[in-house]
């Protein structure tokens, strides 16, 4: 019988520093004949946001979610990842979640306040990206990036094999999609929504589907910054949260492409927060 799991997840590149300090990845846990398994729920960014740490995500990924008795939170902190595991009806967390329906053109985005003691754990080894901070730095300074380079993460996919070598484990793999791109803008009844291209290089296939990125961010970073050596200070102004990922979509000429909430959006989920909480904005 199988009776405990390891996660195990890749993430590469430069922008890992980033990816290690915010990015999450939601994983259910389900039983089957092989022993417990787990699926990708989506992904999201840990934020300081009205004062309020928590997860930003897409709305659908926050709505589903609630259908779990028990989510296993993926991050990467310093050293070894690790998983935690929350019941996203605790009554000391809460979701506010936008009332669209899903498909390209909705409203879809989410905040989830999580558990005091699984938001304890996280704060131990991970970092809360300060939206707040956003606002006063970039908002009322007027400072944006000169060199911008666009990036979207999430934890796209999973496969599980048994360690035969002890059969008590399930290892279960999960990739953490790092990809830059190109992005361009549909507006949606006054709300906007980015359309983020991935530049994949030629050795490199397109995936058949970015499923389990909902929820990922659309990060808006300083190329000068990408090419910092590992380990050297990053400024406050040398990345952005722009957006969020939510749907995927086949461009005109066939390939994939990620349809994200902007920053007008992300900045009413804000606006909403900071209301709901009492929070006076910047």
Excluded at 13 to 38: C, M, N, P, Q, W
Excluded at 50 to 57: E, F, K, P
Excluded at 128 to 133: I, K, L, N, R, Y
Aim: proline share 4%; net charge negative.
């Amino acid at each position: 019988m199988v009776n405990e799991q390891v996660v195990e997840v890749d993430i590469s590149d430069r922008s890992k520093e980033i990816a290690a300090s915010y990015l999450v990845g939601f994983i259910g846990f389900r039983d089957d004949r092989e022993g417990k398994r787990t699926v990708s729920l989506g992904s999201g960014t840990l934020v300081k946001m009205a004062g309020v740490r928590g997860v930003l995500t897409a709305g659908h990924v926050a709505i589903a979610l609630k259908d779990e008795e028990r989510v296993g939170i993926v991050n990467f902190g310093p050293g070894k990842f690790q998983t935690l595991i929350f019941n996203p009806n605790d009554e000391d967390g809460f979701s506010m979640v936008s009332d669209e329906e899903n498909g390209p053109g909705a409203i879809d985005i989410a905040f989830i306040r999580l558990p005091q003691e699984t938001e304890r754990q996280l704060a131990v080894n991970q970092a809360f990206w300060d939206m707040d901070e956003r606002i006063r730095l970039v908002y009322e300074s007027g400072k944006f990036l000169d060199d911008p380079v666009h990036v979207v993460m999430g934890v796209i996919g999973e496969r599980s094999d048994h360690d035969h070598s002890n059969e008590k484990y399930v290892n279960s793999w999960y990739e953490a999609m790092m990809h830059v791109g190109s992005v361009d803008s549909r507006a949606v009844e006054n709300d906007l929504i980015v359309i983020f291209r991935p530049n994949l290089a030629e050795s490199i296939p397109a995936p058949t589907s970015y499923g389990g990125t909902s929820g990922g961010p659309l990060w808006v970073m300083s190329q000068q910054a990408l090419h910092k050596v590992a380990g050297a200070a990053w400024s406050k102004f040398d990345f952005h949260i722009f957006g969020v990922a939510f749907y995927e979509e086949l461009s005109p000429d066939g390939q994939l492409q990620i349809l994200c909430q902007g920053p007008r959006v992300v900045d009413w989920l804000y606006e909403r927060l900071a209301e709901e909480v009492g929070f006076k904005v910047p």
